[in-house]
């Protein structure tokens, strides 16, 4: 399984990106992706996750904000980042895992992206 993560880049405050995460090679009828982050100095954390019915789950800090999404035509995952804030500032991985279940702890996903950077001025 290969992830391959863009769209990152440089807002201000208040503004919106759109990340992608093309996925290859999956051979799992069910799955479960999503999006971390990681600030300099801090553990990654789960920024939203989806699981391949449908279901999503969010963090607090980016509910409301962020939108989780996926393609199933293009293999894509998404994550529509609006209202910006200078504390969204981190890299972002997209993960995933052919495992039963979606949990919270990036620890239990098999499979990364290599990251892009979202850096997010005031």
């Known amino acids: 399984v290969q992830l391959v993560e863009s769209g990152g880049g440089s807002v201000q405050a208040g503004g919106s990106l759109r990340l992608s995460c093309a996925a290859s090679?999956?051979?799992?009828?069910?799955?479960?992706m999503g999006w971390f982050r990681q600030a300099p100095g801090k553990e990654r954390e789960r920024v939203a996750r989806?699981?391949?019915?449908?279901?999503?789950s969010y963090a607090d800090s980016v509910k409301g904000r962020f939108t989780i999404s996926q393609d199933n035509a293009k293999n894509t995952l998404y994550l529509q980042m609006n209202s910006l804030k200078p504390e969204d500032t981190a890299m972002y991985y997209c993960?995933?895992?052919?495992?039963?279940?979606?949990?919270?702890?990036?620890?239990?996903?098999?499979?990364w992206g290599q990251g892009t950077q979202v850096t997010v001025s005031s």
């Open positions: 989806i699981w391949s019915n449908g279901w999503t």
């Open positions: 090679g999956y051979t799992y009828s069910s799955y479960c």
């Open positions: 993960a995933s895992r052919g495992d039963s279940g979606c949990p919270s702890s990036p620890q239990l996903y098999t499979y």
